[in-house]
């Protein structure tokens, strides 16, 4: 595939950003995880040689500072994490991840209220209902806590996690936002599945702090 793109950067008052690409397959987004790593030392190599020597480019210039290590995957999901966004703007990887064939939203961090964010929609049956009583009352009690960094599913930054949970019967409904998803994200899941929860299902989706859309909505 031959990306075509050229991006000029603009300014960005976040510290960081975050990029969720979903893909059909876990295959597709290792494939285009592999493409984005090898833009990004192709993009060094460019970015490192003097002004006089660089040529024009022939394919997609990423940011120099992001690393290969910065993209990483998880089932279907490609995760792209920067934390120099103060010269640059993130958005010019939303084209990137489509013409890779996925479905991309963008968090920045902090957040502001012309921000976008990523909000995860997680359903889930748990195997009775007490059990799915007991899930809800210990994860309410998380979202509810100041202490976002001692969560079920682990501690430290990579486990922040707010948002809402409803229960009925056996489900478990959970709307949540994510300070870290390539890290949260899977944890919360595999804590899931450890207290015997099936037919797991997750919908990303790109929100704005001043839109309020609802989850029907633009969903990844």
């Known amino acids: 595939m031959r990306l075509s793109l050229w991006q000029q950067f603009s300014s960005n008052h976040s510290d960081s950003f975050r990029v969720v690409g979903a893909f059909d397959s876990p295959e597709s987004a290792t494939q285009a995880a592999e493409t984005i790593r090898a833009l990004v030392a192709r993009s060094q190599q460019w970015y490192s ?8 480019p ?3 210039i990423l940011l120099p500072e992001l690393k290969a290590s910065s993209v ?10 920067d934390h120099h966004t103060e010269d640059y703007e993130p958005t010019a990887y939303k084209p990137l991840v489509k013409q890779l ?3 991309v939203a963008i968090q920045f961090q902090p957040l502001d209220v012309n921000d976008s964010y990523v909000q995860v929609k997680i359903i889930c049956q748990a195997p009775d ?4 009583q007991h899930l809800y009352k210990v994860i309410d009690n998380y979202f509810e806590k100041s202490d976002h960094y001692t969560s079920p599913w682990g501690k430290g930054y990579g486990v ?3 948002g809402m949970i409803q229960h009925e019967h056996r489900q478990l409904t959970l709307n949540v936002e994510f300070s870290n998803i390539g890290q949260a ?6 804590y899931l599945r450890n207290q015997g929860c099936s037919e797991i299902t997750y919908q990303i989706a790109e929100r704005w702090y001043w839109e309020g859309k609802p989850w029907e909505e633009d969903d990844v």
């Not at 040689?49 to 024009?56: A, C, I, K, P």
């Not at 209902?129 to 799915?132: I, L, N, P, Q, R």
């Not at 994200?185 to 595999?190: D, T, Y």
């Open 49 to 56: 040689q003097e002004e006089y020597e660089r040529r024009d």
């Open 58 to 60: 022939e394919n997609l």
């Open 72 to 81: 990483n995957t998880w089932e279907h999901f490609l995760f792209i994490y």
């Open 101 to 103: 064939g996925g479905q």
């Open 129 to 132: 209902e007490t059990t799915g």
């Open 160 to 162: 922040w996690a707010r």
């Open 185 to 190: 994200l899977p944890k919360m899941i595999a």
